[in-house]
């Protein structure tokens, strides 16, 4: 059985850092591309950052890019978000999905459609 557990959202003030971690099992890790996606409250889900098992490549949303930074322990089948310099609307509930790394364009442009799995997700909240 696949599973994805996200874990390390909470509350932190506007220029703090949070570091999200996906545990993951149940599937071949390697084989699969793993994205973060975030939902704030009346807000479509969009993709923030993905990161390539086909080719190693790294995608990051623009709104994002420069303060997030995504990362993966082979070791422990775990990707984590690392998210600094937050801003209010940073604020949503993230979530950790996979997809196979053979059918990966979708993650690697930010789309949350088209992923196979997903975790119930962490809520990070940027408020002073």
């Known amino acids: 059985e696949v599973q994805l557990v996200e874990s390390g959202g909470g509350l932190v003030q506007p220029g703090g850092s949070l570091r999200l971690s996906c545990a993951t099992s149940?599937?071949?890790?390697?084989?699969?591309?793993i994205g973060w996606f975030r939902q704030a409250p009346g807000k479509e889900r969009e993709g923030v950052s993905c990161?390539?098992?086909?080719?190693?490549?790294?995608y990051y949303s623009d709104a994002v890019k420069g303060r997030f930074t995504i990362s993966s322990d082979n070791a422990k089948n775990t990707v984590s978000l690392q998210m600094n310099s937050l801003k209010p609307e940073d604020t949503a509930n993230y979530y950790c999905?996979?997809?196979?790394?053979?059918?990966?364009?979708?993650?690697?442009?930010?789309?949350?459609?088209?992923?196979?799995?997903w975790g119930e997700g962490t809520l990070v909240t940027v408020s002073s």
């Open positions: 990161i390539s098992r086909s080719d190693g490549s790294t």
């Open positions: 999905a996979i997809v196979p790394k053979t059918s990966d364009l979708g993650c690697v442009q930010g789309h949350y459609y088209g992923m196979d799995y």
């Open positions: 149940g599937f071949t890790f390697d084989d699969y591309s």
